[in-house]
C-alpha cells in the first residue's frame, strides 16, 4: 500500500502532522521525504515540537524506515544535525543519487539580489543546486564518504516492501501553487511539488498508488512573494488568530480566507483520493482538541461537509489542535479505511 501526502496550497498546511499522525495510527513501514531543507516541517508531540527540515515527520514510529528520495537535495549539516537531534541513526537511508548542497550553492543564492527581493526565496541553496543538477555537475549522495552508510538504492528498498505487502508513505513538501510547473510562477520554488513530481523524485510511476491525501489548512497562507487571493491585512490576520512565522526563516506568513477555486483545481493536480484539513480550530475555536467528529460544534461540521461537496473528495483527517494526536480520523466511518 503506498500514499502520497502532498500540499494543497502554498505549503504550511500542516503535512508534518498529518504524516506523523498517520505513522502513530497505521502501520507504516517506511517513509520516504521529498524536496529540500527549504521546506520546514513542524510535528508537536508529547509537549515537544521538532521541526525537520530533511529527515521524514514519520521518525515518530521508532519502527518506521526513513528514506530521502534520489529527487531530493540535502545539505549535509543539516542532515547529520537532525539525525544526531532525533536518534534515527541506524534507520534513516539516503537514495545514492539524492543530490547535494553545497556552501557554494548557498553563497551563490545569498548574492543573487532577484532571489531574494522579488521571489522571495529562502535562500537555502536549493534553487542554485538545482541548476547545478540540471547542468549536470552537481555532485550526489554517492560522491560522499561521509555518507556511505546511509546509501541506498531506494527504488529496489521500496519495491521489495511493496512487493511484500508492506506500506509506505511519501511525505510531499511545500504545496501544489509552489510548484515550478503547475503554481504561480515565477514565484515559485525550484521543483514540482504536485504528487506526480513527488512520486518522480521517489522512483515509482503512478500506477503504484494507492491514496494520495491533499492537505489544506482552514485557510491559506503563502510566506515570500506571489499572488494571494483574498488576501487579509495583517491586523485581520491578527484579529483572526491566523498569524504564524516561517519554520525556516522566520518571516511572517501572509494570510487569506480558505480558496475553493485553489482546493478544486489542487484536487485534479494531484489526482487526490481524500483531503486532511488542519487548524479547523483557528476558524471554529469551540472545535479545539475534539477528537471525535459527533463532538464537533454543528457549524464546523457543515463547513466540512460543504468542503466536501465543493471538492469532491472526502475530508478524512481533521487537525483540531497543536499536538499530532488532536485529529478526528474519519477514515473507518467514511469507509475508506484500508
Ligand atoms: P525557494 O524555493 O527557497 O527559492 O523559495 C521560493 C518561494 O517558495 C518563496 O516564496 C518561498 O517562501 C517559498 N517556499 C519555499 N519553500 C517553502 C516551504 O516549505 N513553505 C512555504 N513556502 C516555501
Ligand atoms: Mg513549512
Redesign the pocket.
Known sequence: MLSVVVGGF???EGKGKVVAYLALNDEVNAAVRVGSV???HTVIWGGKEFKLRIIPSAFVNGGCKLYIGAGSLVRLDVFFREVTTLGVAGRVFVDKNAGIIEDKHVET?ARDEY?RNS??????G??AAMVDRVMRRLKLARDFPELSTYLVDLVDELWRILDSGGNVLVEG???TY?SLYHGTYP????RDTTASGILSEVGLGPKHVDEVILVFKSYVT?????PLPGELPLEEVINRGWLEK?S??G?MRRAAPFDYNLARRAVILNSATQAALTCLDKVFPPSARVREWGKLPPEAKRWVEDLEDSIGIPVTLIGTGDDVTHMIDRRKDLGVMR
Open positions: 502554498f505549503g504550511d527549504n521546506a520546514g543564492e532571489l521571489i522571495g526565496s529562502t535562500l537555502q536549493v534553487g513538501t511545500q504545496g509552489l514565484y515559485v520554488t525550484s503563502r510566506v515570500g512573494s506571489g516561517a525556516v526563516t518571516r
